[in-house]
């Protein structure tokens, strides 16, 4: 029905065939060993969770079962790009100018609520 | 002129009903006849049927209201036989058919016979205002009793007690536009929208399209409006690029441009679908539409004026009496007296006047009206009475008279003298609110517009608002509007809409007067002496009610509705919330805006479960997933538990003497068949994924506890899976296939979270190992036969040696099992001498069979999942996910030999067990529990207690998490969790229980049969 664009198969899919996995761009510390108990606890236990650009890992589980990364706004619920593992966001918090959405649809602007100023893009 | 002597009410002519067939139907147990085209509603005004239900809370009677979707009162009970009882049907919306029957909701028992006086008259005083916390929430228990009468009385209707005979449908769609509300505005924009090449969807609640043009006086390109109506339906359907959906009500905008849209197939025909060719309809259909552009047309709908006694039966919005009259020819009384704040519900006293009825007189709030409408009122005689408005309306079951008085708006008071006029109808317009649900569910708040007098929305990207929705009220300004908004939305998405596809009809152009703020009329008593002046019909809301609720310090509407229960009815409030604001801004003395604004939520009007549910029910509910012995399991008399979509045989109870084996006894005889002949036990359902590549090993090495660098081709080993906070996740087997080759398995529920774990941790962490992981559950099929004969008879149909030498516990070989290709593993969940067979799925019935054949003489018993619990955990052998719940680590299942710490790779889960809280002694740590008194079982999930004397709440220490009788000690016992357990053997704790009972167990190890494990290992 809502339609996410899967960047390894390069095409939009249902969103049935999706799910989300949590905060992106975590990376496991090299030497975990050499973590003090509180930075291992914040890497277990602290997320994110911003008023506005979120970075999202999700997986392609009915599809390609590949994970990738989504940048979706967490007031306007909006996808704003999705891309591979392994690669950055060209929207952050910081840079927030929306280009076209990476939700299927002949128009770009799709539904989102009206975002006040800064609210909206506060991490 | 004459009148149908069957139906006193019917016109001889007008509206668009069909005179010359007579429908049948049933109201309260009484027979009634209708026409086709009429509704529900409007076939018992044709027969007079004044009283439609009794009010929630006073017993009040209460007669229709509306003609639409904001009908209060007229909600009805459908249903000729228990299953297909509908409740909530605002007979209103509800298309008249030959046999329907119909009852008041909330009538019980008998609408026209007051038994519910006792509440009645209790009423005043027993039920003010915040009535549920202030009475019912001081005695709880007595809220038992109140609800289920209040419930049976309030109007919420009942559901069927037998199963639905019909089926439902949900229905996926994309467009580029779609229209909601097929009113001028709304057909306007579908064809400007249409024309330019766009998808459109049109969705309508109504019987026919055409919304206010079909009882509408104006005229458009020099014809009665609803002859415009048919061209442009006409123009629509002839186009592939537009859908039209009449009977369809968009009850919920989602995120995205997710609209919901509940089409009614069949309920104008029956109260269950017809069946055609055999084959039965969908009685509705959910249109689930991803839309590009929304285009909101839903119109306005009319306030009633809150007055005196204003819910007496004969008390009826102006525009409902204009339609019922001109859509239906149904005319609902005979002396009418319109009360009002504007022109447009003058077209009610012409309508009426023009039906050849009196009007007895007009009386309008404003001091000076003018305006085309009211001049032609006036040339027809008819009595305008300025500056005034009836303040209170007179009789017992119906309206027989109207108190007009003049009134001071700004000082709310009456100023002048009480005329007393006879009548039997009233019509009363406080003037027009834009239908604004829809545009609220999108979260954007609407706003006070001063000059409508009304809230108009703030929508959201990708939706427009138009016509009355947004407050545009003279025709000609709504097609326009509407065709520009149509225009909007098909550029928005990329479609050229030409000037000529805007074009629209022309109307006539009628000057209207400005309408006055009018809302809660005053009288000549204070409001809360005065009689009661309803704001919320259907949940029985005074203006009393609400001026008490704002002196007892209720500020802000949204208290004051949750205070009142104002808006909180079936139809959420759609004609009184305006008011009901109006009035607690008057008490509060300030502005409406201030007070606050109107937030609606889905769904528009009620749906049916049916409805929501669709195709998800009975057995398309969730996938069933069976083995490939399924048919064998059900021809012996299988019982079947579901373990995740996994319908697995649970215990096979044999017929002895005549009588079938209780579980107990089933199992008993199973668990004593295994661990002194052979069973056998379909594990097919475990999962399994095979994993190749170079990085295979090192992979393996990572995700699991233990070691994995040495494990030779050939060998199998038991593997433990953490998360990296240290908890155990999953169990399971893991075989060497080939130097880069395994075959992992999972429990049966864990299966497709483990694949995805693995890929996440390759694809996110580690993608420079070179691994590729492939379920293949459903390829293979695994029987285990285990037991002291198990050699045995595997022997007699395999060519793999099995020697205990040669073919070692923990080994696997690969060979023909009853001549098809196996691998055989010796693995044991039961600690009997065992051995899991795995064929090409397709052959696993033969070889099941086939191992029947030949198993007869060694008492081969087939045994189920409760008998394989018993067995495993009689040897201590967990469940992930029974005996663990995520917050259990290695350590605390005492299972230090699968902990490779001195791994090189820090594993998943390593660091996380050094951490303090990990390294606590007073951890819950898994222990076995013999019950003092062997007949005991214990429950699973009882909680542990060290001291029984102390009082509650007691300090709760662990808790069962595995509890049967064993056969072979002849004793109920069980696994546990219990604080630092580990250090505890031979102590002994208590279990509560509910009924005061306290268990007594003692803390022993979590292997109770054959500890040392010489029994698999022969
Ligand atoms: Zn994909």
């Known amino acids: ?123 | 002129m004459s009148q149908s002597t069957k139906q006193p009410n019917r016109l001889a002519a007008g509206g668009s009903v069909d005179r010359t067939r007579t429908l049948k139907f049933t109201f309260n147990g009484q027979a009634y006849t209708g026409h086709p085209g009429d509704t529900l509603a409007s076939a018992l005004l044709a027969n007079g049927v004044d009283l439609v239900n009794r009010s929630f809370k006073y017993s009040r009677p209460r007669g229709i209201v509306a003609a639409g979707a904001e009908e209060p009162n007229a909600v009805m009970q459908l249903g000729a036989s228990e299953a297909t009882q509908v409740p909530n049907v605002r007979a209103t919306q509800q298309a008249l058919y030959d046999g329907l029957v119909a009852y008041s909701t909330n009538g019980w028992p008998d609408v026209q016979k007051d038994l519910m006086s006792w509440i009645g008259k209790l009423g005043a005083p027993f039920m003010p205002p915040g009535f549920y916390y202030k009475t019912f929430m001081a005695p709880a228990s007595m809220w038992m009793t109140y609800e289920k009468y209040i419930r049976k009385t309030a109007g919420l209707g009942r559901s069927p007690s037998e199963p639905d005979p019909d089926i439902y449908d949900h229905m996926n769609r994309h467009c580029d536009v779609l229209v909601i509300g097929g009113g001028p505005a709304g057909l306007a924009a579908a064809l400007s929208a249409a024309r330019s090449g766009a998808r459109v969807i049109v969705a309508d609640e109504q019987e026919a399209m055409g919304g206010s043009l079909l009882d509408s006086r104006d005229r458009l390109d020099d014809q009665p409006a609803h002859a415009w109506v048919t061209t442009a339906l006409e123009e629509l359907a002839a186009r592939d690029n537009v859908t039209l959906l009449t009977r369809t009500t968009a009850n919920g905008y989602h995120d995205h441009n997710f609209v919901t849209l509940h089409e009614r197939r069949t309920e104008h025909l029956a109260d269950s679908a017809p069946t055609i060719e055999g084959r039965r309809q969908p009685r509705s259909r959910l249109h689930r539409v991803r839309a590009g552009q929304v285009v909101l047309a839903t119109g306005t709908h009319e306030r009633p004026l809150v007055y005196g006694n204003n819910d007496l039966p004969g008390n009826l919005l102006a525009g409902a009496v204009s339609t019922y009259i001109r859509r239906y020819g149904v005319i609902p009384g005979r002396k009418l007296v319109l009360t009002t704040s504007n022109d447009h519900a003058y077209r009610a006293a012409l309508d009426w006047h023009e039906a050849g009825h009196e009007v007895v007189a007009i009386a309008d709030a404003r001091e000076a009206p003018e305006g085309e409408l009211v001049e032609q009122a006036r040339k027809h005689g008819i009595r305008v009475i300025a500056g005034s408005a009836i303040i209170e309306a007179t009789g017992s079951k119906r309206v027989s008279g109207a108190r007009v008085a003049r009134i001071d708006r700004d000082g709310f008071k009456v100023v002048g003298p009480v005329e007393t006029l006879d009548c039997d109808t009233i019509a009363s317009s406080g003037g027009y609110s834009p239908v604004i649900h829809l545009a609220s569910h999108t979260g954007a708040r609407p706003t006070w517009n001063e000059e409508v007098l009304g809230f108009v929305p703030h929508t959201v990207k990708g939706v427009t608002t138009t016509g009355g929705a947004r407050g545009v009220y003279p025709l000609a300004d709504v097609l326009a509007d509407g065709a520009e908004a149509g225009a909007v939305a098909a550029t928005a998405m990329g479609f050229e809409v030409a000037t000529e596809a805007r074009h629209v009809p022309q109307a006539t152009v009628v000057t209207e007067g400005a309408a006055c703020a009018l809302y809660q009329v005053p009288h000549e008593k204070p409001t809360l002496r005065a009689p009661k002046q309803f704001v919320d019909l259907q949940n029985d809301v005074t203006a009393a009610a609400i001026e008490l609720a704002t002196r007892e310090g209720f500020e802000s509407i949204e208290h004051v509705k949750r205070y009142t229960a104002m808006g909180f009815g079936t139809d959420q409030g759609k004609l009184g919330n305006i008011n009901g604001m109006a009035i607690a801004a008057r008490c509060l003395g300030k502005s409406i805006p201030e007070v606050g604004t109107t937030v609606f939520r889905p769904n528009y009007t009620p749906v049916t479960f049916g409805a929501v549910v669709g195709r998800h029910c009975r057995e398309l509910f969730d996938p069933e997933r069976y083995t490939a012995m399924h048919q064998w399991h059900v021809e012996h008399g299988a019982e079947f538990e579901d373990v995740g979509q996994w319908k697995r045989p649970w215990y096979y109870p044999r017929r002895v003497n005549g009588r079938l084996e209780s579980m107990h006894e089933a199992v008993v005889r199973e668990c004593r068949a295994v661990r002194e002949h052979v069973g056998i036990l379909d594990a097919s359902t475990l999962g399994k994924i095979d994993i190749q590549g170079p990085g295979a090993r090192e992979f393996l090495g990572r995700v699991y506890t233990n070691k994995w660098a040495k494990l030779a081709p050939g060998r199998v080993r038991y593997g433990l899976m953490c998360k990296d906070d240290g908890m155990v996740m999953d169990d399971g087997t893991t075989s060497c296939l080939g130097e880069n080759h395994f075959l992992m398995t999972t429990t049966t529920g864990g299966a497709a979270a483990v694949l995805e774990w693995l890929e996440m941790w390759h694809q996110t962490e580690w993608p420079e190992l070179d691994v590729y992981f492939t379920s293949v559950t459903d390829h293979w099929a695994t029987m285990t036969v285990t037991g002291p004969e198990a050699r045995k008879l595997l022997a007699e149909i395999t060519d793999i040696d099995l020697d205990r030498e040669s073919f070692k516990f923990m080994d696997w070989r690969e060979g023909r099992v009853a001549d098809v290709p196996a691998r055989v593993f010796r693995i044991s969940f039961t600690g009997e001498l065992a051995f899991e067979i795995n064929v090409q799925a397709n052959y696993a019935m033969h070889v099941w069979k086939t191992l029947f054949e030949h198993g007869d003489k060694y008492g081969l018993t087939p045994y189920g999942t409760e008998t394989m619990h018993v067995l495993r955990a009689e040897k201590g052998f967990i469940i992930a996910g029974q005996d663990t719940d995520g917050s259990v680590t290695p350590e605390d299942l005492g299972m230090h030999w699968a902990i490779g710490y001195d791994k090189p790779f820090p594993w998943i889960g390593k660091r996380a067990l050094s951490r303090s809280d990990t390294r606590r002694t007073d951890r819950k740590q898994l222990v076995g529990l013999k019950p003092r008194n062997p007949e005991v079982v214990l429950q699973e999930g009882a909680q542990i207690v060290f001291d029984p004397q102390q009082t509650i709440p007691m300090t709760m220490v662990g808790h069962v998490t595995s509890s049967y009788y064993s056969p072979t000690l002849e004793s109920g016992f069980a696994l546990a969790v219990v604080k630092g357990g580990h250090q505890r053997m031979g102590e002994t704790v208590y279990l509560p229980m509910v009924d005061g009972t306290i268990h007594e167990a003692e803390i022993v190890g979590t292997q109770f049969v054959d500890p040392e494990g010489a029994r698999q290992n022969v």
């Open chain 1, 1 to 123: 029905m809502f339609h996410i664009y899967c960047p390894y198969c390069e095409e939009y899919r249902e969103e049935e065939e999706f799910h989300p996995k949590g905060q992106a761009h975590l990376s496991r510390p090299e030497d975990p060993d050499d973590c003090s108990d509180e930075a291992w606890g914040d890497y277990l236990f602290f997320r994110d969770n911003p008023r506005g650009i979120h970075h999202e890992m999700w997986v392609h589980a009915q599809g390609c079962r590949k994970f990738f990364n989504i940048t979706r706004h967490t007031v306007t619920y909006e996808i704003l790009e999705t891309y591979k593992m392994g690669e950055q966001p060209t929207i952050t918090a910081e840079t927030n100018t929306a280009r076209p959405a990476a939700t299927a649809s002949s128009a770009d602007d799709r539904a989102a609520t009206e975002v006040k100023g800064a609210q909206g893009v506060q991490a």
